[in-house]
């Protein structure tokens, strides 16, 4: 039984460094073709992408965000670690992780990150 | 970046009929295509994946189809159940983009 979990602060100042992490269970990122994504979703709108990494450490990144974004993965402790530098209220929204077989088959419940002053 | 474009944004059913939910891509994805669905205050839900493919556990009344540039979710009877807003994503192409959505709503 794959499961994930969003963990991090639910609330961050403008300019802030954002550090999320990804507890998984079920699946290990060290088994060949397993990756994790982090989605965000701002209140009301549409889902967007924002990164990946594969049990190779391939990372892929949102090209509009790519400079903002770093992604790691521990694998002996189930983890992955998504940083978001210099956010601002834009970024507002519920941040997801999920495992990744192609598409994104099993999501962890989100976490709402608020970024106000 | 492949833009994917979903239509209608809203879609107004009653329970019992058939809902017709369509993506457009803007350059071919082959079959790479998924679709999801999203419950107020839950994390999305995948459909189907390959364009075609019902995911573990998703009822028959869910259909998909399409290839290249379109794409088709069809629910066939709709339950009550079924009233959510609907992702299309596509996995062929970096970025991974999804649609705006679109929101299924009782008639």
């Known amino acids: 039984q794959i499961t994930l979990k969003e963990s991090g602060p639910t609330l961050v100042k403008p300019t802030q460094t954002l550090t999320l992490t990804c507890t998984f269970s079920?699946?290990?990122?060290?088994?060949?073709?397993?990756?994790v994504g982090w989605i965000r979703q701002p209140p009301g709108k549409a889902l967007e992408w924002l990164a990946l990494?594969?049990?190779?450490?391939?990372?892929r990144y949102s090209p509009s965000l790519k400079s903002r974004l770093t992604i790691t993965k521990d694998t002996s402790k189930n983890q992955v670690v998504l940083t978001m530098t210099n956010m601002d209220p834009v970024d507002t929204a519920t941040y997801y992780c999920?495992?990744?077989?192609?598409?994104?088959?099993?999501w962890g419940q989100g976490t709402l990150v608020t970024v106000s002053s | 970046e492949t833009v994917m474009t979903q239509s209608p944004a809203t879609l107004s059913v009653s329970p019992g009929e058939r809902a017709t939910l369509s993506c457009r891509a803007s350059q071919s994805v082959s079959s790479n295509l998924a679709w999801y669905q999203q419950k107020p205050g839950q994390a999305p839900r995948l459909l189907i994946y390959?364009?075609?493919t019902r995911a573990t556990g998703i009822p028959a009344r869910f259909s998909g189809s399409g290839s290249g540039t379109e794409f088709t979710l069809t629910i066939s009877s709709l339950q009550s159940e079924d009233f959510a807003v609907y992702y299309c994503?596509?996995?062929?192409?970096?970025?991974?983009?999804f649609g705006q959505g679109t929101r299924l709503e009782i008639k």
């Open positions: 390959g364009a075609s």
């Open positions: 079920g699946f290990s990122l060290s088994t060949s073709g397993v990756g």
């Open positions: 999920a495992h990744e077989d192609a598409n994104f088959d099993y």
């Open positions: 994503q596509q996995y062929n192409n970096w970025p991974l983009t």
């Open positions: 990494i594969y049990w190779d450490d391939d990372k």
